[in-house]
């Protein structure tokens, strides 16, 4: 069998890592593993070995199963650490759970979806599409995801939209059209009755560059009968107001940086 090699390897190496990741807490078999991706079983082996060699990978227990290896939660915590957008955006994000009492989200772009980077939970907990930290949703679903869509570039809005309109139909969902992604912009705030969970509602802004590129959002997940009218207009009114104060520090930080 021909070895897998260069840029074709990686690719089918981090493949690999989202598929562990998204295993239960048991862990996943190999075999499991390889059908799941795709690949021949001595290829996924060899690759997984690898990853297993540095840390990314590791046995769940005594257990053959795989799961994540501690060098995953090494480097996100050397990049906690040294600063970025989790660090400058957790007091904001523990105001507003304070002030609303509902559950504060961070998202941020990762290719073709939207990626929770921090969640805080005021008195009322509710489940959501992404889950958990690290969970992610397509750019396109969700009052956070779809938020950092509306304010892409058109070209780079299109081409997602093209790519993902399938993945969030599966899902039982109808993609957001140029008008409804405008009345964002519009309006600088995006809400939503969740169709996946019923009673759930969310409502996202955007953090924005002085150029007006999405960095991220912040988010509430809340239930319909804590989220009405004028009480949304409230706590929109103090997200948008944590999302100038982030936007703030981040040019700031920027601008130290530079001089």
């Given at each position: 069998m021909?070895?897998?090699g260069?840029?074709?390897?990686l690719?089918?190496?981090?493949?690999?890592?989202e598929?562990?990741?998204?295993a239960?807490?048991?862990?996943?078999?190999?075999a499991d593993?390889?059908?799941r991706?795709?690949?021949?079983?001595?290829?996924a082996?060899?690759?997984?070995?690898?990853l297993?060699?540095?840390?990314?990978?590791?046995?769940?227990?005594d257990s053959r199963?795989?799961g994540?290896?501690?060098?995953?939660?090494?480097?996100?915590?050397?990049?906690e650490?040294?600063?970025?957008?989790?660090?400058?955006a957790?007091a904001?994000?523990l105001?507003?759970?304070s002030?609303?009492?509902?559950c504060?989200?961070?998202?941020?772009?990762?290719?073709f979806?939207?990626?929770?980077?921090?969640?805080?939970?005021?008195?009322?907990t509710?489940?959501s599409?992404t889950g958990?930290?690290?969970?992610?949703?397509?750019l396109?679903?969700?009052?956070?995801s779809?938020t950092?869509?509306?304010?892409?570039?058109k070209d780079?809005?299109?081409?997602?939209?093209?790519?993902?309109r399938r993945?969030?139909?599966a899902l039982?969902?109808v993609?957001?059209?140029?008008?409804?992604?405008a009345?964002?912009r519009?309006?600088?705030?995006?809400?939503?009755?969740?169709?996946s969970?019923a009673g759930?509602v969310?409502?996202?802004v955007?953090?924005?560059t002085?150029?007006?590129?999405?960095i991220a959002?912040?988010?509430?997940g809340?239930?319909?009968?804590r989220l009405?009218?004028?009480r949304?207009?409230?706590?929109i009114?103090r997200?948008q107001?944590?999302a100038s104060?982030?936007n703030?520090?981040i040019a700031?930080?920027r601008a130290?940086?530079?001089?």
């Amino acid at each position: 069998m021909k070895a897998v090699g260069g840029a074709q390897a990686l690719e089918r190496g981090l493949v690999l890592l989202e598929a562990i990741a998204g295993a239960p807490a048991e862990g996943v078999r190999l075999a499991d593993l390889a059908e799941r991706c795709g690949l021949e079983p001595p290829t996924a082996h060899r690759l997984v070995a690898a990853l297993e060699r540095y840390g990314f990978v590791g046995r769940v227990g005594d257990s053959r199963r795989l799961g994540l290896g501690p060098k995953l939660f090494q480097l996100a915590s050397l990049s906690e650490d040294q600063g970025g957008l989790v660090v400058a955006a957790r007091a904001g994000l523990l105001r507003l759970a304070s002030y609303s009492g509902d559950c504060m989200f961070l998202m941020a772009r990762s290719g073709f979806d939207a990626v929770c980077l921090d969640r805080q939970d005021g008195e009322y907990t509710i489940r959501s599409l992404t889950g958990h930290i690290g969970g992610a949703t397509p750019l396109g679903l969700g009052p956070g995801s779809t938020t950092i869509l509306a304010h892409l570039p058109k070209d780079e809005r299109d081409a997602i939209l093209a790519a993902n309109r399938r993945r969030i139909e599966a899902l039982g969902h109808v993609p957001p059209s140029e008008d409804d992604l405008a009345r964002i912009r519009e309006r600088g705030h995006y809400y939503e009755v969740s169709k996946s969970i019923a009673g759930i509602v969310g409502a996202a802004v955007p953090i924005l560059t002085p150029k007006g590129r999405p960095i991220a959002a912040l988010a509430i997940g809340a239930t319909e009968a804590r989220l009405p009218e004028p009480r949304l207009a409230a706590v929109i009114a103090r997200m948008q107001e944590e999302a100038s104060l982030l936007n703030l520090t981040i040019a700031n930080s920027r601008a130290a940086v530079r001089s």
